[in-house]
């Protein structure tokens, strides 16, 4: 049997999705993160004036090839790649062609390449898309994305500088485990808890006041944690934000409704055949199967995590500014995700990445100087990944980084006042007790920023310690009563 050759996601979804095909009976096995090589080896080989993310991904495919083919493995009988495509306006739907083009130029023309059409959820070549190999992968995607978003809202407050990634990686071996022997949902949720538990020893302070930072754009350029987008996410902790990602469960999610409301479209024009009512039911069953598998596993981390919007939500926000049914690449979410992220709150700033060469991130930021007009107190930039001036995109970021800040701080001493606190009685109330160094310790609806829904959560707590400070009877002991 041959191996199956993926990859692209971030690492913990290439980790549990290569457990997930494995508990299905396959070898598996995801390629690395791609780095400059790949894309220069894309550049080499791909057609000319296509996107940054093919000349990313194929180069990188390539690239391991070569290195596998040098260590005397034959590759083209050993591997069958698979990937994902979908016809479409935008290149996604030439990727196939492009990576069977440069393997052939690299000279591995017989290695096979399979595709999952994400639009038709169907396979192509050799694989054979049951409902247990979805079932499998949907419960390996919706993992990833808590772990990941676990990470990232922890990251940013950790004391011990490194302790969430250490925690971060033996929890993903933990699930990767656990998907690939069992599978089962229970002892994921079982798998969960000790999740929670070992991130519980990370100790943290959420009394910074970082701004939240919501990096959307392009579907591949905003997840991908590799040159592919300079380390954005990594880059932006670094200097002093708590950063927002997207789930690739939203992606899926925006994939259902949107075939969904195709049918309601063709529907409208030759009314409801038995088969497009089946193609109804199936994909709202779906849809519907697919959120409560996700809220059920989240619910397990105490929702520390983050959940993604609701479509149709995101579909009316954008709507006037852009035709949901336009698809290809994110279509309306670009969009959709700013207006949200300012109507509602939901981050401080928000940084649009859109891949060199691509056609749909191009044709949302038109339409975002509208956006920005009619919503001017957003934060927002949109910035162009080629691979090259990093140093260039990074200022830019860090232009508007700098006003996120000082927002973050103004909500910070606001939130201070009127919870009757100062900064440096938080910060002791942190110091003292363990309980508010707990990455789940109780955190406010009210609020955007963590440092604030922090000190109103616990506004109690912070006080009581300071009354018994206050009356000089404090001891270790009489606080940990
Ligand atoms: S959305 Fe843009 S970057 Fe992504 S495949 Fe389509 S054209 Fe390329």
């Given at each position: 049997m041959r191996t199956i050759l993926f990859g692209s996601l971030t690492p913990i979804h290439d980790r549990l999705i290569e457990a997930a095909v494995e508990h299905l009976g396959y070898d598996a096995q995801h390629l690395p993160q791609p780095d400059i090589e790949a894309l220069k080896t894309g550049?080499?080989?791909?057609?000319?004036?296509?996107?940054?993310?093919?000349?990313?991904?194929?180069?990188?495919?390539?690239?391991?090839?070569?290195?596998?083919?040098?260590?005397?493995?034959?590759?083209?009988?050993?591997?069958?790649?698979?990937?994902?495509?979908?016809?479409?306006?935008?290149r996604f739907g030439m990727y196939e062609m492009e990576y069977k083009n440069a393997l052939k130029l690299a000279g591995f023309e017989n290695l096979k390449v399979s595709?999952?059409?994400?639009?038709?959820?169907?396979?192509?070549?050799?694989?054979?898309?049951?409902?247990?190999?979805?079932?499998?992968?949907?419960?390996a995607v919706i993992i990833a994305d808590i772990l990941r978003d676990l990470g990232y809202k922890i990251r940013p407050y950790e004391i011990n500088k490194g302790e969430t990634d250490r925690k971060l990686s033996e929890a993903t071996e933990l699930m990767f485990r656990i998907i690939r022997n069992s599978g089962k949902a229970k002892d994921i949720i079982t798998g969960l808890r000790e999740v929670k538990k070992l991130f519980s020893t990370i100790e943290i302070d959420y009394s910074i006041p970082k701004p939240i930072v919501n990096v959307i754009g392009e579907f591949w350029v905003q997840t991908t944690e590799s040159d592919g987008n300079y380390h954005i996410h990594r880059w932006l902790e670094e200097e002093g934000a708590e950063v927002k990602v997207e789930p690739i469960s939203g992606w899926i999610d925006y994939q259902l409704y949107t075939e969904r409301e195709k049918i309601f479209i063709e529907a409208k024009a030759k009314g409801f055949s038995l088969k497009l009512l089946k193609k109804l039911a199936f994909l709202t069953g779906l849809q519907e199967f697919y959120r409560h598998l996700f809220e059920t596993f989240r619910h397990i981390v105490k929702e520390r995590a983050g959940t993604f919007v609701s479509q149709k939500l995101l579909w009316n926000l954008a709507k006037e500014?852009?035709?949901?049914?336009?698809?290809?690449?994110?279509?309306?979410?670009?969009?959709?995700?700013?207006?949200?992220?300012?109507?509602?709150?939901?981050?401080?700033?928000t940084l649009s990445l859109k891949p060199f060469g691509c056609m749909p991130s191009t044709q949302s930021d038109g339409v975002q100087t509208k956006v920005i007009s009619d919503y001017p107190e957003t934060i927002f930039v949109s910035v162009e990944t080629s691979?090259?001036?990093?140093?260039?995109?990074?200022?830019?970021?860090?232009?508007?980084?700098?006003?996120?800040?000082?927002l973050a701080v103004e909500e910070f001493e606001k939130a201070l006042k009127e919870t009757n606190l100062t900064k440096n009685e938080v910060k002791e109330a942190v110091k003292t007790n363990q309980n508010l160094r707990n990455p789940f310790v109780k955190l406010s609806k009210t609020g955007l920023l963590t440092a604030e829904r922090f000190i109103r959560g616990n506004r109690k707590e912070i006080k009581a310690f300071l009354k018994v400070k206050q009356e000089k009877k404090w001891t270790p002991s009489t606080l940990k009563k």
């Open positions: 550049r080499e080989l791909c057609n000319k004036g296509m996107c940054n993310p093919v000349y990313f991904t194929v180069g990188n495919l390539i690239n391991f090839l070569k290195k596998e083919a040098e260590n005397g493995i034959k590759v083209e009988d050993k591997y069958i790649f698979v990937t994902i495509g979908a016809c479409g306006p935008c595709l999952l059409n994400q639009t038709t959820f169907s396979a192509e070549g050799e694989i054979t898309l049951t409902w247990n190999f979805i079932y499998s992968l949907m419960k500014y852009y035709d949901p049914l336009v698809t290809g690449g994110e279509g309306h979410l670009e969009v959709a995700k700013h207006i949200y992220n300012v109507k509602f709150q939901k981050a401080h700033m691979g090259d001036s990093e140093v260039n995109v990074k200022s830019r970021i860090q232009m508007k980084l700098y006003e996120a800040k000082e």
